[in-house]
Structure formats: C-alpha cells, structure tokens
C-alpha cells in the first residue's frame, strides 16, 4: 500500500517565503518519511544544512536516551512557549524584538545540537573506558586459566572445567571485539 502527501500546512506568513519541498527517504528511528520545506525570509529560524544524524550505537544505551530525552522535553517546552509568544506578536518589529539576544530558535536550536553532541561524547567516552576495564578483566581472567590448564598440580575435572572457562572468556572477548568494529 502506497500514501500520497496531498498537502503541506505553512503558517499563512511564510506561504510567500517557500520555495521547495520534498519527501525525504525513510529513517531508520520511524516508519515515516520526513517532509522537508525549504523557505527563505528574514527573521526566520535557521537549523543549519542537512540531516543531523547520532551514531546508531549510541542510541541503544539507555544513559544516553534518559539524558538526550530530558535535553529534547526542555527544548520542547522552551519552544512550545515561545511559538505561543511568536503568536502574540502583531508586527516583524515584535518578533525580531523577541529573538533578540540569543532568544530565538535558531540559538536554542543551536545550543540544543551541542548539548545532545557532549553529551554523545562523554556517554560514548564513559562506554569506551568500561568497555576497556571489560576487556582488561577478561585477559587476566584467561591468563589465569592458561595456569590452571598447564599447571601439574591440578585434577583433571578442573584442568577440564579450565579449559571451558577459558574457551568461554575467549568468546566473550571476541564478541565485544565485533561490537567495536
């Protein structure tokens, strides 16, 4: 089954100011094709060129989805605020007066795209820095059990249950090397 955009709402005061639109290719975070709107005005809010995209890995830690979802729900009430003060402005004096002083979306936008990419840095930083400890623990671990295996003092349950102990840390420590690539 296939739907059709049969239109595109613009606030009556831009109406003048598009110049194109288009349906961009899905994504992989929705089923939904986003829609894209090109304007150009004065005054107007400006969120730089392209799509701005996160590492898909990152997405899956959940420390980075409660923090970037308390980033966004902020960015959200700000905004909804400011529309509904947008709205109450009767001239361009009015709403250029409003987005003075770094008080516009464009700012807000900006800031919120740099508070999403540190805190994608340090998440990411935190991940690797434990992911390391991880891998550190789990060579000592095999060390260790290479000695339990060769060791001439041990029965041969344990030498057996060595040799299983190691194969498993062995696999452990492949896997988390597939993840990194």
């Known amino acids: 089954m ?7 709402h613009v606030h009556k005061d831009l109406i003048n100011y598009v110049y194109d639109n288009e349906v961009g290719m899905g994504q992989e975070i929705s089923d ?20 701005w995209r996160l590492p898909d890995e990152i997405i899956i830690i959940i420390k980075f989805r409660d923090t970037s979802e308390k980033i966004l729900r902020s960015y959200d009430k700000w905004i909804s605020q400011y529309i509904i003060k947008e709205c109450l402005c009767k001239s361009m004096e009015e709403i250029t007066e409003l987005r003075s002083n770094g008080k516009n979306p464009q700012a807000k936008w900006k800031k919120f795209n740099e508070d999403i990419k540190e805190n994608t840095i340090r998440i990411t930083e935190e ?7 991880l891998i550190k623990g ?6 260790t059990q290479s000695k339990r295996i060769s060791s ?12 299983e102990e190691l194969l498993f840390l062995k696999s452990s420590l492949n896997k988390i090397g597939i993840k990194k690539l």
């Open 138 to 143: 789990l060579k000592r671990d095999m060390e």
């Open 127 to 133: 991940e690797r820095k434990r992911e390391n400890k």
């Open 32 to 51: 939904h094709n986003p829609v894209f709107v090109k304007i150009m005005a004065k005054n107007l809010p400006f969120c730089r060129k392209g799509l």
């Open 152 to 163: 001439n003092n041990v029965t041969a349950e344990n030498r057996f249950r060595a040799r």
């Open 2 to 8: 296939k739907a059709c955009i049969n239109r595109i």
